[in-house]
């Protein structure tokens, strides 16, 4: 996890048919279970940018492994527990792959992101800035941007091929997915924020927001794709956090403000990063994962 391991930023050459090719992970079909590789591969505002961050596939693994360990009270995952030492793959192949991925039951996926929102940021705060509002729901009055919000809240969206997801409210999910599966929804993608957020704050990090797979696994409801991540997650250092500020995040902040700053007009192809860029980006994901895997130390010692 040097960083100095040769970037991932697609696999090719496994004996497996690719299944799905998303921003992040390349999964290959095992048949009833799939192989999900996570890549170097980094995007922002949606779109893949040609420069990888080399181990960042690998930090990603680690801390979905971190959160799928401490969740599975809550809700169980979709991780089989099996290497990929038993595919039958040269020790080339295993040796690229090593770290990056994982193998997981396939899912009947459900095609929402589980947002789950404890503070006003991004989309959440434009919303409540022009309406009053999230997700169509009003909110108090008076509440800053970056502001924590009085409980958790539930901010669906619908998935989208062309990757711009779509907010909805909770009634319209409802009405696509019926009413029971909504609130099974809302209630795990609640306890699971709710956990980490607490798991989080140990770390020294404000947990802002964050998305949530499901999918379900021989009839049973279960978390999918990657767990809290930066990738899926704002993490804010607590320090830099004072209300009325959306401070910069632990995620790819980094990255969104270097973009912002050239005036890049968010179209493919995005720019090339500078290398101080791509360091400062790793770090980032770095920084999570040890100080959350201190906090789980600590736990253990306890
Ligand atoms: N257990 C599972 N069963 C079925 N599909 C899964 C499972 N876990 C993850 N996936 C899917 O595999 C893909 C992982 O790729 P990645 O995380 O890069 O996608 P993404 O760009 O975030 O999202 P997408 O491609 O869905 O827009 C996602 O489409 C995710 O929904
Ligand atoms: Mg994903």
Not at 36 to 63: E, Q
Not at 125 to 134: D, I, P, R, V
Not at 177 to 182: M, P, R, V, Y
Not at 264 to 292: F, N, Q, S
Request: with cysteine; net charge negative; glycine share 10%.
């Amino acid at each position: 996890m040097s960083g100095r391991d040769p970037a991932v930023t697609a696999v090719s050459g496994l004996p497996f048919p690719l299944y799905r090719r998303g921003k992040v992970r390349d999964v290959f079909d095992l048949g009833d279970r799939l192989l999900l590789v996570a890549t170097d591969r980094l995007s922002a505002f949606d779109v893949v940018l040609p420069t990888p961050i080399s181990g960042k596939g690998k930090l990603l693994t680690a801390i979905s492994d971190f959160w799928f360990d401490r969740t599975g009270d809550i809700l169980p995952n979709h991780r089989t527990g099996k290497s990929i030492a038993a595919l039958g793959l040269s020790r080339d192949q295993v040796e690229s792959l090593d770290g990056r991925s994982t193998v997981v039951h396939k899912a009947e996926r459900i095609d929402i992101e589980c947002v789950v929102r404890g503070h006003l940021a991004g989309s959440g705060w434009k919303e409540y800035q022009s309406h009053g509002t999230l997700a169509g729901e009003t909110l108090p009055d008076g509440l800053g941007r970056g502001g924590q919000l009085p409980a958790p809240r539930f901010t669906p969206a619908m998935k989208n091929d062309d990757g711009h997801d779509q907010n909805i409210s909770r009634q319209e999910l409802a009405s696509q997915i019926g009413h029971a599966l909504a609130a099974r929804l809302e209630d795990a993608s609640l306890k699971l924020f709710t956990h980490a957020r607490e798991i989080a704050g140990e770390a020294g990090f404000v947990l802002a927001d964050t998305k949530f797979e499901f999918g379900f696994i021989d009839g049973e409801l279960t978390l999918i794709d990657e767990a809290l991540t930066p990738d899926s997650s704002r993490y804010w250092d607590v320090k830099t956090w004072t209300p009325g500020t959306e401070p910069p995040s632990f995620d790819k902040q980094v990255v969104r403000d270097w973009l912002e700053e050239r005036g890049w007009d968010k179209e493919p192809p995005g720019p090339e990063l500078p290398t101080a860029i791509v360091v400062a980006t790793r770090e980032r994901y770095a920084a999570v994962l040890h100080r959350l895997t201190n906090v789980g130390s600590r736990e253990e010692e306890r």
